[in-house]
């Protein structure tokens, strides 16, 4: 049996590698080895910030209504305090939504948490 050698095969995987790897600084984009050490990295760093991006619409969100209920004479926490206390149960997605498009709809929810 004749011997064989990894050619094609191992062309076809350098060329996944690489093609994965276009963009990249330097050598990161045209030599395999760095090239897959990287993808193996940026594999790491996808995964993390994935979660990561939840945290941080979170904190976008927390801030935005922080600046309107200023606004409003009134502290982020005192506002969430007063919704909770009077029953509301509106996210901070939403909040962030009303306090940026419907200025006149947060302000009733303003009023409605410092009456609590």
């Known amino acids: 049996m004749p011997r064989t050698k990894t050619g094609t095969v191992r062309r076809a995987k350098h060329k996944k590698v690489l ?3 276009k963009g990249f600084w330097g050598l990161r ?3 395999f080895r760095i090239a897959q050490q990287t993808l193996l990295n940026a594999a790491d760093y996808e995964y ?3 979660r990561d991006k939840k945290n941080d619409f979170r904190r976008l ?3 935005r209504i922080n600046a309107a209920t200023r606004q409003e004479g009134m502290s982020y926490s005192s506002f969430i305090s007063g919704l909770r206390r009077s029953g509301v149960e509106i996210n901070r997605k939403i909040l962030a ?3 940026v ?3 006149e709809a947060f302000k009733k929810l303003v ?3 410092k009456a609590a």
């Open 29 to 31: 984009s045209k030599s």
């Open 111 to 113: 009023e409605v948490a």
């Open 19 to 21: 093609k994965r790897a």
């Open 101 to 103: 498009q419907q200025p």
């Open 48 to 50: 993390r910030d994935r």
């Open 97 to 99: 939504d009303l306090a």
């Open 61 to 63: 969100w927390i801030a």
